[in-house]
């Protein structure tokens, strides 16, 4: 079973077959309802007709042709080295376009924190975005580059009627039938298609000025945390929440002095909080709550005429909410105020004083726009200060008419001085954010799923004086994840990854320029080989194949017309999962599976010539450790600016968990050094820890239910705190 | 899962019969995976409504008629995962009646509930990734590479991520049978 070792194998088609028996009688009991069965469903689409791919994705922006032209010349000229490198290269030289047989090794990248993976460049969720067949392949099957840039530019909308009939549109078929029928139930009229609309072209933008989304001045600078969602520190205090389980019923947030080891004091939440920050003497807290909006707190004048207010919700809707308390007393933490916005939370990140917020407030057919009675069909907002609901403005409404999904991308900043905040949304957003270092990235695989192509819609927004301002959008092939985006002095890189029918994968790499127009792309990495790892580096961008063959392949992104790939070293039976680049001293850290022994390995690589990529030193767990026992779900994390930190649990003879944390220091001389390893053996995974960082060489490990303090240089527990 | 090809031929020819016939085909499996990945009887038949409607909306893009099982499963998992976002917080736990109420045989129900229940709430403790993993391979039978064909992910992922995870039931179960 692809690649896996052959016990390793054995085990799982064992306990595969027990599992099968378990649910057989279960679920042979599970039948077919009446509402499913075909002579009902048929029903559904008798007045739907199969229809062929949008054209809207091949309304390709003929006046801007000729700039895109030029581009287009580059994918041919490299479709043409390349075809070239094909017939003329030796297989030594080419082997990603060679390569036939399909093994899958065992690795899982998915438990790697969201953090670490934004960071070294993660690429397992890729997959979670693949949408469609395949893309448009030439000829010899190389697949073209894509860009599709029209002219269907967000606009901000100008009343509700727009809105409504933009979504009306959005949900064509079935979802139109039934959002209008919804609409007539509610005494809405309106089937005025989005096309007809007369679009209102932004005011013209003044250029961007740089700030630092990117940059999380909260945690504590010197202290880099495995899973810092759930624990962090300001230096002198540990946040850390722990989800409620079978010991705590409701999820909490305790907040520790770090010296004394003492709670100071224990926040109990109402919900997952899915991030917190601390600012100042502000504790502030991400969840997604129900009822977070109270919308008998709604204000009816932010309705304009054209929609009848009572069609609008007043049902529970879950909404992102964001709590500050006032942490001048840690002992006490007092609720400051709360604002909710519609929609859940998928990112956020504080910079330059300012926490933004982005939610995504879906309008799905069978729910929402088929009962516009009970569900509104525009946003909404809370704030505690005023004690006030209020639904978006129009204005407030930046419609992308490229969307053909109903879905509002709510974006809030919240001015952590002033406290003051301001909202906007997305109708027709992304589910997918970028925080560049002066712009924001909406972006989103193209939602439908029968779709023939794998594209990905990016847009471009700047965030000035508390506005979201759209700079540009484009369609390209492939599909992104957040470590896909590389944005420099106003040139944006993308490393996208687009399967293919036949198996192989076309890897893509685009840059372009402040408005989004392509400057020039790769499209050299053909083949079946997965990419587990990938991290840009001082205009490099590194990536490690395996399956077939594992090698470490650099990318120079240094000059946008000409991006080459520069370098391929081969790595025997090493499977790396997780790269972290240090650009400071030119190295770059790899952890992953030594395929032999079955052992996490940890390498270390001068990228000093990046021709030339050289292995400086090489620790195997099982050679140099004497270690017997198989780690899973490592995790590497640079601890602080000397040490490498390797979190993996292992299991014991009695199938007990021990979390395994080694600490490493690394340099030219000495190469690497395990400097410490702590153990904690627990018969319950809830008791082992799962999240740690340094401070002054001191170490904190955080379970669910204890916190435990280590003097990194003896290895000695000197406090353990039990968490209630 | 066998679909007939022919039926789907037609069906891309906007033979509504024909669609309906594979549709006839693979409705139980739509249902169990939705029902098993979702935790809701009444979730799951959205989902395979949405799916049904949106493959049909979409067929004429499909452009082989042996991929249509993946590609159906594709718009499944993406539907599932969409519902999925959308209560993700709301709540998190399987509607263990769903699947204790299946039942009419009162008597059968009794001698076989605790095995049941005990199933159940290994799958409750899993993730909603995680359960659509299990649901794919252990439930209806799909090979780890199927699998990571319909949700899109790399194949070791799914491996290691099934492996894990039948070790996390395993336990859960053995601890429940403590009880």
Same mark, same amino acid.
């Given at each position: 079973?692809?690649?896996?070792?052959? #016990?390793? #194998?054995?085990?799982?088609?064992? #306990?595969?077959?027990?599992?099968?028996?378990?649910?057989?009688?279960? &679920?042979?009991?599970?039948?077919?309802?009446?509402?499913?069965?075909?002579?009902?469903?048929?029903?559904?689409?008798?007045?739907?007709?199969?229809?062929?791919?949008?054209?809207?994705?091949?309304?390709? &922006?003929?006046?801007?042709?000729?700039?895109?032209?030029?581009?287009?010349?580059?994918?041919? !000229?490299?479709?043409f080295v390349i075809r070239n490198h094909d017939i003329q290269a030796p297989t030594e030289q080419a082997p990603q376009l060679l390569m036939n047989e399909s093994i899958q090794e065992d690795c899982d990248f998915s438990q790697i924190p969201e953090t670490v993976k934004n960071s070294v460049g993660f690429l397992g969720d890729y997959g979670q975005e693949f949408y469609g067949e395949g893309a448009v392949c030439q000829d010899d099957g190389i697949p073209e580059t894509v860009f599709l840039?029209?002219?269907?530019? /967000?606009?901000?909308?100008?009343?509700?009627?727009?809105?409504?009939?933009? @979504?009306?549109?959005?949900?064509?078929?079935?979802?139109?039938?039934?959002?209008?029928?919804?609409? #007539?139930?509610?005494?809405?009229?309106?089937?005025?298609?989005?096309?007809?609309?007369?679009?209102?072209? @932004?005011?013209?933008?003044? /250029? /961007?000025?740089?700030?630092? =989304?990117?940059?999380?001045?909260?945690? =504590?600078? &010197?202290?880099? @945390?495995? &899973?810092?969602?759930?624990?962090? $520190?300001? !230096?002198?205090?540990?946040?850390?929440?722990?989800?409620?389980?079978?010991?705590?019923? $409701?999820?909490?947030?305790?907040?520790?002095?770090?010296?004394?080891?003492?709670?100071?004091?224990?926040?109990?939440? *109402?919900?997952?909080?899915?991030?917190?920050?601390?600012y100042d003497n502000q504790l502030i807290t991400i969840e997604n709550a129900e009822n977070a909006i109270p919308m008998d707190k709604l204000s009816e004048n932010t309705v304009d005429d054209a929609v009848d207010t009572q069609n609008f919700s007043k049902d529970k809707l879950i909404a992102s909410q964001v709590t500050v308390f006032d942490i001048t007393n840690h002992k006490?933490?007092?609720?400051?105020?709360? =604002?909710?916005?519609?929609?859940?939370?998928?990112?956020?990140?504080?910079?330059?004083?300012?926490?933004?917020?982005?939610?995504?407030?879906?309008?799905?057919?069978? %729910? $929402?726009?088929?009962?516009?009675?009970?569900?509104?069909?525009?946003?909404? $907002? =809370?704030? %505690?200060? %005023?004690?006030?609901?209020?639904?978006?403005?129009?204005?407030?409404?930046?419609?992308?008419?490229?969307?053909?999904?109903?879905?509002?991308?709510?974006? %809030?900043?919240?001015?952590?001085?002033?406290?003051?905040?301001?909202?906007?949304?997305?109708?027709?957003?992304?589910?997918?954010?970028?925080? !560049? *270092?002066?712009?924001?990235?909406?972006?989103?695989?193209?939602?439908?799923?029968?779709?023939?192509?794998?594209?990905?819609?990016?847009?471009?927004?700047?965030?000035?004086?508390?506005?979201l301002q759209y700079i540009a959008d484009q369609t390209i092939s492939g599909s992104l994840n957040s470590s896909s985006f590389n944005a420099k002095n106003g040139e944006l890189r993308i490393f996208a990854i687009d399967p293919q029918v036949d198996g192989k994968t076309v890897y893509h790499v685009y840059s372009m320029n402040s408005k989004m127009q392509p400057m020039g792309s790769f499209d050299g990495l053909v083949m079946e080989d997965e990419i587990s790892s990938m991290c840009y580096m001082n205009d490099m961008i590194f990536l490690t194949k395996q399956n077939q063959t594992n090698e470490l392949v650099t990318i120079d992104i240094s000059n946008p017309e000409n991006i080459n790939e520069t370098c391929s070293r081969n790595?025997?039976?090493?499977?790396?999962?997780?790269?972290?680049?240090? /650009?400071?001293?030119? @190295?770059?850290?790899?952890? !992953?599976?030594d395929t032999q022994t079955n052992t996490i390995k940890l390498c270390v690589f001068s990228i000093l010539n990046s021709q030339n990529i050289e292995l400086l030193d090489t620790y195997t767990f099982a050679n140099s450790d004497n270690e017997t026992e198989q780690f899973y779900d490592s995790e590497v994390f640079l601890c602080n600016e000397s040490t490498i930190g390797i979190l993996a649990y292992s299991l014991d003879d009695q199938e007990n968990a021990k979390m395994n944390l080694c600490l490493f220091s690394f340099n030219r001389e000495n190469g690497l050094q395990l400097n410490a390893k702590f153990e904690q053996n627990s018969e319950s995974f809830v008791e082992v820890m799962n999240h740690s960082f340094i401070l002054d060489d001191i170490l904190y490990t955080f379970s669910s239910n204890s916190i435990n303090r280590y003097n990194v240089q003896t290895m000695e527990r000197t406090s353990s705190l039990l968490l209630d | 899962m066998v679909v007939d090809i022919d039926a789907v031929r037609k069906a891309r020819l906007g033979d509504k019969d024909s669609f309906a016939e594979v549709y006839r085909q693979i409705a139980n499996d739509l249902y169990k995976i939705s029902l098993y990945t979702l935790g809701s009887a009444h979730d799951a038949q959205d989902v395979v409504s949405e799916t049904f409607i949106e493959a049909y909306k979409g067929i004429k893009n499909l452009r082989d008629e042996n991929s249509f099982k993946p590609w159906i499963m594709r718009i499944l998992s993406i539907r599932c995962k969409r519902k999925i976002k959308q209560y993700i917080t709301k709540r998190d736990q399987l509607d263990i009646d769903d699947f204790l109420d299946l039942s009419e045989d009162e008597t059968s129900l009794e001698e076989s509930s605790s095995n049941r229940i005990a199933l159940v709430h290994a799958l409750q403790k899993l993730t909603p990734q995680e359960r659509q993993i299990v649901v794919y391979t252990v439930i209806q039978g799909y090979t780890v590479r199927e699998t990571a064909e319909f949700l899109g992910a790399p194949q070791g992922t799914i491996s290691s991520k099934l492996h894990r995870t039948l070790k996390k039931m395993r336990k859960q179960m053995e601890e429940k049978g403590k009880e």
């Open positions: 079973m692809n690649g896996m070792q052959p #016990e390793k #194998e054995q085990e799982l088609e064992q #306990e595969l077959s027990y599992f099968r028996d378990q649910f057989k009688e279960l &679920n042979q009991q599970i039948e077919l309802p009446d509402s499913l069965q075909p002579e009902n469903m048929q029903k559904l689409i008798e007045n739907i007709e199969p229809t062929k791919q949008k054209d809207k994705l091949l309304k390709i &922006n003929f006046r801007r042709l000729a700039g895109i032209a030029a581009c287009f010349l580059i994918v041919v !000229g490299s479709v840039q029209t002219d269907d530019e /967000p606009f901000y909308a100008d009343n509700y009627s727009q809105i409504k009939n933009v @979504i009306v549109d959005m949900n064509q078929g079935m979802d139109a039938i039934q959002f209008e029928s919804g609409l #007539e139930e509610a005494g809405i009229e309106s089937k005025k298609s989005v096309r007809d609309l007369q679009t209102r072209s @932004i005011p013209a933008s003044p /250029p /961007p000025q740089p700030s630092h =989304y990117l940059e999380d001045s909260l945690s =504590y600078s &010197n202290a880099e @945390i495995a &899973n810092p969602k759930a624990a962090k $520190t300001d !230096g002198k205090y540990l946040y850390y929440f722990v989800e409620s389980g079978s010991n705590n019923p $409701t999820p909490n947030l305790y907040i520790v002095d770090s010296t004394t080891m003492q709670i100071e004091s224990k926040l109990s939440m *109402n919900a997952h909080v899915s991030e917190f920050y601390i006490n933490p007092k609720k400051v105020k709360t =604002y909710a916005q519609s929609g859940i939370c998928f990112a956020s990140t504080v910079t330059d004083d300012t926490l933004y917020l982005v939610s995504n407030y879906d309008m799905t057919p069978s %729910s $929402t726009i088929a009962n516009t009675d009970s569900n509104s069909f525009v946003p909404a $907002t =809370y704030n %505690s200060s %005023s004690n006030q609901a209020q639904y978006l403005r129009a204005e407030q409404i930046l419609i992308n008419p490229q969307s053909n999904f109903s879905r509002y991308t709510m974006v %809030s900043a919240l001015d952590l001085k002033s406290g003051e905040i301001y909202t906007q949304s997305v109708l027709g957003g992304s589910h997918k954010v970028y925080f !560049g *270092n002066d712009d924001i990235y909406l972006y989103s695989a193209n939602d439908n799923a029968s779709q023939a192509h794998r594209m990905t819609h990016i847009m471009r927004f700047s965030y000035q004086n508390h506005q790595l025997t039976n090493f499977n790396i999962s997780t790269l972290i680049p240090k /650009p400071n001293e030119n @190295i770059l850290f790899a952890l !992953g599976n | -």
